[in-house]
């Protein structure tokens, strides 16, 4: 009889009446500080916790639990184990997520803003904390405010390591080719055996209309890097160049010296592209 008790206090705890409808209409990047529920899966469970900002790791989730809609509305709630807590990355995608209204805070337990969150506050003027903000607004597709935040830290170090890199894919995004030229080319005279600044300048080439410019590079990367990471990337963004000018025969004779469409990853694009460029020739 105890432990029936027990399971019916247990349950009485953790149902709550939908009276606001959950909203999935935010972004998760948009949801920093905030608590949020995620879409359900296909058994109808849907995961929730508090967002905020790792100065390592990004944009990170503290896993809370989960929970069920019954068919009378009702939220059952399972909370994560107590002293168990579960950090998750979370990583650039179209899904959209519902804050969780005030209103239910009682019901979910939860204070608006946890306790342990002190701990990744601090220092949040930091280069370090900044860089990161940036960089992960860069990742989430919001240059314009991860460019806000790297210029931030351009103004306490200009130098600091990956920093004009980093607001090169900024202009990049930000459909601003030539600023990222030019801030590229200081930091290759910062580190000129980086092969990530290298693919960024490339890039930012071809998006200038500055094929010749993009092909040099291409060759001297080719030629003095050592790091090959991004060969592959490289070629593709010169095919893309080809087809954009409608150039089938300088597309066909890239393909037979890169080898690009052999790569799993572009391969199927460059398939599609040289369709399109055969019809059109």
């Given at each position: 009889m105890k432990t029936f008790i027990l399971i019916i206090s247990f349950f009485i705890s953790i149902c709550c009446v939908a009276q606001d409808k959950l909203?999935?209409?935010?972004?998760?990047?948009?949801?920093?500080?905030?608590?949020?529920?995620?879409?359900?899966?296909?058994?109808?469970?849907?995961s929730y916790g508090f967002v905020y900002m790792d100065s390592q790791a990004g944009l990170t989730l503290d896993f809370a639990g989960s929970l069920k809609i019954n068919s009378n509305e009702k939220f059952l709630i399972s909370k994560n184990e107590a002293g168990r807590s579960m950090k998750i990355r979370l990583q650039p995608n179209k899904s959209l997520v519902a804050i969780i209204p005030e209103s239910y805070f009682a019901e979910f337990d939860i204070s608006k803003t946890p306790d342990w969150l002190k701990a990744y506050q601090e220092d949040e003027n930091s280069t370090n904390r900044l860089f990161i903000w940036g960089s992960t607004?860069?990742?989430?597709?919001?240059?314009?405010?991860?460019?806000?935040?790297?210029?931030?830290?351009?103004?306490?170090?200009?130098?600091y390591k990956g920093l004009k890199t980093e607001i090169a894919f900024s202009y990049n995004c930000l459909k601003q080719p030539q600023n990222a030229i030019n801030i590229l080319k200081e930091a290759i005279k910062q580190t000129p055996d980086d092969a990530y600044a290298y693919k960024e300048l490339l890039y930012s080439q071809v998006h200038n209309n500055q094929l010749p410019d993009a092909l040099k590079t291409y060759y001297k990367i080719e030629k003095d890097i050592t790091d090959k990471t991004y060969k592959s990337e490289n070629a593709f963004n010169i095919l893309c160049a080809f087809y954009s000018q409608n150039n089938l025969k300088k597309f066909n004779e890239w393909i037979n010296l890169t080898q690009i469409d052999k790569d799993d990853r572009f391969g199927p694009y460059v398939e599609k592209f040289k369709k399109d460029l055969e019809k059109l020739n």
């Open positions: 909203n999935f209409n935010s972004k998760p990047i948009d949801c920093e500080n905030k608590w949020v529920v995620f879409s359900s899966d296909s058994f109808g469970s849907y607004y860069n990742i989430w597709n919001e240059c314009a405010k991860g460019l806000t935040y790297l210029e931030k830290v351009k103004k306490i170090d200009p130098n």
